[in-house]
């Protein structure tokens, strides 16, 4: 029994000592790469939050940016289109820029002005500050430029698209092209409607139907359609008297003065006017006069 027990110990030792001599071996060829690939994770890891947290201050960089840019009533485009291309992986910055710098040339355009021109004190501009042709066309392809980037724009909102295609559409009617202004147009109240919105495509189809109000020639109604004007008595000739116009004055008819002058031009018909009541003048007391007294011839 007891040789048995004995036997039973020395084989749980051998065991025990051949899982431990395993696990030795396992750590000896496995634990350093163990080691390798658990530094790798955790490295990953802390690299990922790194540069999450990078691109969170680089976004909140370049809304501060835009901000600084629009926040002047004189928003230089060129600052905003470099705006736009130095923050381009931050997209909705980058498209906002876009869209802001191209508005800009589009208004300086409706207004006639250069970009940044200033009004005097009586709300004009001087001649150098006035747009030529030539800067016309040139402020309009590049607000056309822009408008366009943001319209064909990978993963840029819905909102942003519909934006891009109205600012599409003016450039167009400002360059006389009523066609691809038309086509601007649909393409954002498609988007628009798309989206769940359809504010800015009613905007978009009324300015569809304007535009082909602009097209379709206006038909011209007939004569008979036209109002008559109202029968004019004939002018009295030019120095012809008449019983309307004694002194032959040209377009002087004095019946229609009626009681202007308080009667002056009425004829005489022996009443008094009815005014106010005619009295006659007081009349004093006749008084004789004196006599002197006769001389008594005795004195």
Do not use: C
Request: aromatic share 6%; no cysteine.
């Amino acid at each position: 029994m007891d040789e048995r027990q004995g036997q039973i110990k020395d084989r749980a030792g051998l065991e025990e000592s051949r899982i431990n001599e395993e696990f030795r071996d396992f750590l000896y060829k496995w634990g350093p790469r163990i080691l390798i690939v658990v530094a790798l994770v955790a490295l990953a890891f802390s690299g990922r939050r790194f540069l999450n947290q990078k691109a969170t201050e680089r976004t909140d960089e370049a809304f501060v940016q835009l901000a600084l840019a629009t926040s002047s009533e004189s928003t230089s485009p060129d600052t905003l289109l470099a705006l736009a291309d130095q923050y381009d992986d931050v997209g909705a910055v980058s498209h906002l820029a876009r869209l802001t710098a191209a508005e800009a040339y589009l208004s300086a355009v409706r207004r006639g002005v250069v970009i940044g021109a200033q009004p005097d004190t009586i709300g004009g501009y001087p001649e150098e500050e006035l747009l030529d042709d030539e800067l016309r066309t040139s402020y309009l392809g590049q607000s056309r430029q822009a408008f366009q980037q943001v319209s064909t724009a990978q993963g840029a909102a819905d909102v942003l698209k519909v934006r891009a295609f109205m600012g599409l559409a003016a450039v167009a009617e400002a360059m006389g092209e009523l066609d691809a202004a038309r086509t601007s147009y649909k393409r954002a109240a498609e988007i628009d409607r798309g989206a769940g919105f359809g504010a800015m495509a009613e905007v978009a189809e009324a300015r569809i139907a304007s535009l082909d109000a602009l097209t379709s020639p206006a038909a011209l109604p007939a004569s008979a359609q036209l109002p008559q004007p109202d029968p004019v008595a004939p002018a009295t000739p030019e120095g012809e008297a008449d019983d309307e116009n004694p002194f032959g004055l040209p377009g002087l008819d004095f019946g229609d003065l009626g009681d202007v002058g308080g009667g002056l031009f009425d004829e005489p018909t022996g009443e008094e006017p009815t005014g106010e009541p005619a009295t006659e003048p007081a009349t004093e007391p006749a008084t004789e006069p004196a006599t002197e007294p006769t001389p008594d011839p005795g004195q």
